[in-house]
């Protein structure tokens, strides 16, 4: 008997012919995709150029591990049809999308009305994306599904903008810590943002293990993630009590401790000129809306560089230029996806504020 092929290996053979178009068969579903040959990410010194067969051949190794990130969250995408020198522009509402796509209605104040978002939960989904020039995917931190510590909650996420709130979709699974620094390396030209080098990373990295024994000491687990840029993304994984702005106040408290502790290392301003020489801790990020990048997302860095959960114990060995699309998969097929148990791992903040307070 011949060995029935996993939807994976199917595409990767698919993947493999030479034609610059074709239509994938996945798993029941069919994507047509083209300009399979074109440059997304420029040839960088012995690498030659990253086309998008190649983002569709990397999204498709690492989708056992990326899709459950993904699965049940609102997301929108940054795409990039000419590649990362070419112009790009963030979709969130998708009005027309291919039958294999789920989507979810919820009401956007800024449109006034209801739109359209994506949820990206199979294969064909993922790689739809990638065809449309979708390199960035940045799904919410909250979900619509209710199971398991959100029972009870709404899933009315239309109508108005009480709605929402009341929703599940108001209830975020973590809280974040974006850490960017604004310590230059003296190469960028005028208005440049910061460029990665391996002073500021290691800036970087020094106060995320601080803020990871700082939360150590509370009896808080945080898991870690380069940015795939040049900053580090820290996640406190909750139990669905808080809403969004109770989430935003937590990740403030401990940003300014952060800046009391660390003046001269630390900053919260807003202004871009005010943040130089210093770490950027934006708490912010932790609104209904906002996102960062998905773990094992690639990034717009011209070795194609993916945003890379790691254990706090490889932190010191890491720079974020050895997670790319040509390496990632390999380490996940030998290591496996540290951030597998993040949702196993919620903490109840609530039980422990009250513990605290009685105690």
């Given at each position: 008997?011949?060995?029935?092929?996993?939807?994976?290996?199917?595409?990767?053979?698919?993947?493999?012919?030479?034609?610059?178009?074709?239509?994938?068969?996945?798993?029941?579903?069919?994507?047509?995709?083209?300009?399979?040959?074109?440059?997304?990410?420029?040839?960088?010194?012995r690498n030659r150029a990253l086309t998008k067969r190649d983002l569709l051949r990397y999204l498709t190794r690492v989708s056992p591990w990326l899709l459950p990130h993904l699965?049940?969250?609102?997301?929108?995408?940054?795409?990039?049809?000419?590649?990362?020198?070419?112009?790009?522009?963030?979709?969130?509402?998708?009005?027309?999308?291919?039958?294999?796509?789920?989507?979810?209605?919820?009401?956007?104040?800024?449109?006034?009305?209801?739109?359209?978002?994506?949820?990206?939960?199979?294969?064909?989904?993922?790689?739809?994306?990638?065809?449309?020039?979708?390199?960035?995917?940045?799904?919410?931190?909250?979900?619509?599904?209710?199971?398991?510590?959100?029972?009870g909650r709404s899933k009315k996420f239309t109508g108005s903008e009480a709605n929402l709130e009341r929703s599940v979709l108001n209830y975020p699974d973590f809280v974040v810590?974006?850490?960017?620094?604004?310590?230059?390396?003296?190469?960028?030209?005028?208005?440049?943002?910061p460029e990665l080098h391996r002073k500021a990373f290691k800036q970087t990295r020094d106060l995320a293990?601080?803020?990871?024994?700082?939360?150590?000491?509370?009896?808080?687990?945080?898991?870690?993630?380069?940015?795939?840029?040049?900053?580090?993304?820290?996640?406190?994984?909750?139990?669905?009590?808080?809403?969004?702005?109770?989430?935003?106040s937590i990740a403030e408290t401990i940003g300014r401790y952060a800046l009391q502790q660390w003046p001269t290392e630390v900053t919260l301003e807003w202004a871009v000129v005010r943040r130089t020489g210093k770490i950027f801790f934006d708490y912010n990020q932790n609104s209904r809306g906002k996102s960062l990048s998905s773990i094992l997302?690639?990034?717009?860095?011209?070795?194609?560089?993916?945003?890379?959960?790691?254990?706090?114990?490889?932190?010191?060995?890491i720079y974020p230029t050895d997670f790319t699309l040509r390496t990632v998969p390999g380490i996940l097929e030998q290591q496996g996806d540290p951030w597998a148990d993040i949702l196993t791992s919620k903490q109840d903040l609530g039980a422990m504020l009250e513990q605290r307070s009685a105690g």
């Open positions: 008997m011949s060995q029935v092929s996993s939807p994976v290996d199917s595409v990767l053979e698919q993947l493999d012919a030479r034609e610059t178009k074709m239509v994938l068969a996945i798993d029941g579903a069919e994507l047509p995709v083209t300009n399979l040959d074109k440059a997304l990410w420029p040839a960088a010194g699965r049940g969250r609102p997301m929108f995408t940054t795409r990039y049809p000419d590649g990362i020198a070419g112009k790009s522009f963030y979709q969130k509402h998708w009005e027309n999308r291919p039958p294999f796509a789920r989507t979810v209605s919820i009401y956007s104040s800024h449109n006034e009305g209801d739109g359209s978002y994506l949820i990206c939960e199979n294969l064909p989904t993922l790689l739809f994306l990638a065809q449309m020039g979708g390199l960035e995917l940045h799904p919410w931190f909250s979900r619509v599904d209710t199971a398991p510590d959100a029972r810590f974006d850490l960017d620094p604004y310590l230059y390396s003296g190469r960028e030209a005028k208005g440049e943002e293990l601080r803020l990871r024994d700082l939360l150590g000491s509370l009896e808080l687990q945080v898991f870690v993630k380069t940015s795939g840029r040049t900053g580090l993304h820290l996640y406190l994984p909750i139990v669905r009590k808080f809403d969004y702005d109770a989430a935003r997302c690639p990034r717009r860095h011209p070795l194609g560089t993916v945003s890379m959960p790691v254990q706090w114990d490889e932190l010191e060995r």
